[in-house]
Nanobody, 116 residues
Framework: EVQLVESGGGLVQPGGSLRLSCAVS????????VSWIRQAPGKGPEWVST????????DYSDSAKGRFTSSADNAKNTLALEIDNLTPEDTALYYC?????????WGQGTPVTVSS
C-alpha cells in the first residue's frame, strides 16, 4: 500500500523558516519522481517543486526559487521541503505527491500558517 505522510507544518512568524517532512511507504523515492504541491485557502493547488530520480535534478516554481529547497533521504525513504524567509503568501496546506504533471498518490497535507 502506498502512503505519504507529511509533518512539520505549523504557525510561523514572517521571516522564519520551516522544514516539512514526508514519510513514504509503498514505493522508493530514489527511483521515483516526487513533487511538493501547496494549496492556499480559497485557491487551487499550486505546484512547488519536483525531484527527478532519473537525473537527480530538482525544478522549482518561480515563487519557490531561492527560498525553497527539496531533498530526499533515500535510506529513510523520506522527502523534505525547507522553506526560508516565510511570508504570509506561503500560508497553505502542503502536500507531497508522486509524479510531475500527473500525481497518482498524495499525502494528507500539513498546514503552514505564516502570521505575526
Amino acid at each position: 500500500e502506498v502512503q505519504l505522510v507529511e509533518s512539520g507544518g505549523g504557525l510561523v512568524q514572517p521571516g522564519g523558516s520551516l522544514r516539512l517532512s514526508c514519510a513514504v511507504s509503498g514505493f522508493s523515492v530514489s527511483s521515483s519522481t516526487v513533487s511538493w504541491i501547496r494549496q492556499a485557502p480559497g485557491k487551487g493547488p499550486e505546484w512547488v517543486s519536483t525531484m527527478y530520480s532519473y537525473n537527480s535534478n530538482t525544478d522549482y516554481s518561480d515563487s519557490a526559487k531561492g527560498r525553497f529547497t527539496s531533498s530526499a533521504d533515500n535510506a529513510k525513504n523520506t522527502l523534505a521541503l525547507e522553506i526560508d524567509n516565510l511570508t504570509p503568501e506561503d500560508t497553505a496546506l502542503y502536500y507531497c505527491t508522486r509524479g510531475r504533471r500527473l500525481f497518482d498518490y498524495w499525502g494528507q497535507g500539513t498546514p503552514v500558517t505564516v502570521s505575526s
